[in-house]
């Protein structure tokens, strides 16, 4: 079964300072992998997204991901972190074919201090 | 760019009630969902809804849960008789073949 692991849970960073958030999968295959950032109470926002092709996507806000097959991993950067980024952000896969659904990871809550 | 609506935003409910979540998808969209969040806690799927017809559905969807597809345009969750642990924000999803859009949810408050 698919599974994603979000190992930090919560994260603090200066404004101006560069982010990593880390996410690791579990997938027989290539995955379509995908971020999400949830302000509080708000809904779900599409980052970015990995189909194939080029490893590194970028996104939306200044905000890339790259793809390591051999780690399993979709970590997300940013080079310079803003005080609007501060929100909880969701790596999710999505398995190929039918109706496949998405499963999520638990999220890493992302605080920026000024 | 379409966007998935969701009616209402916030719904309270006394413990025991049904209530109908309601969403419209993405016109030209193939797959429908449903996902729900637990205050603090991560997104779950509920339901996968394709060709008129439930294609997939966890654990958590149990016989007080459905979904329906009543006009080609909204797709609905009802929950026949809430209990407090279904307070939740409820996500509904729609995609073409690959590639989700969200809705901006439901909070269910069931009090």
């Known amino acids: 079964a698919q599974s994603v692991t979000q190992p930090d849970i919560h994260i603090t960073v200066s404004e101006g300072a560069s982010l990593e958030l880390r996410c690791n999968y579990s997938?027989?295959?290539?995955?379509?992998l995908f971020w999400y950032v949830q302000s509080p109470g708000q809904g779900l926002q599409l980052l970015l997204k990995?189909?194939?092709?080029?490893?590194l996507v970028q996104g939306i806000k200044g905000f890339e991901a790259e793809f390591k097959r051999s780690q399993s991993s979709f970590n997300l950067r940013k080079p310079s972190v803003h005080w609007s980024d501060a929100a909880e952000y969701f790596c999710?896969?999505?398995?190929?074919?039918?109706?496949?659904?998405?499963?999520f990871g638990k999220g890493t809550k992302l605080t920026v201090n000024p | 760019e379409p966007e998935v609506t969701q009616t209402p935003s916030h719904q309270v409910t006394q413990m025991g009630q049904e209530v109908i979540l309601r969403c419209v998808p993405i016109?030209?969209?193939?797959?429908f969902y449903w996902y729900r969040q637990i205050l603090g806690q991560k997104v779950e799927f509920l339901v996968s809804?394709?060709?008129?017809?439930?294609?997939?559905k966890s654990e958590i969807f149990d016989d007080q849960f459905s979904v329906e597809r009543p006009d080609g345009s909204n797709f609905t969750l009802k929950i026949r008789s809430t209990k407090l642990e279904d307070s939740a924000m409820y996500f509904c999803?729609?995609?073409?073949?690959?590639?989700?859009?969200f809705g901006s949810g439901t909070r269910l408050t069931v009090v």
């Open positions: 999710a896969v999505e398995g190929q074919g039918g109706s496949e659904k998405l499963v």
């Open positions: 997938y027989g295959a290539t995955p379509y």
């Open positions: 990995y189909f194939s092709g080029d490893t």
């Open positions: 016109s030209n969209h193939l797959y």
């Open positions: 809804f394709y060709n008129n017809e439930i294609s997939e």
């Open positions: 999803a729609s995609r073409p073949r690959v590639g989700y859009t």
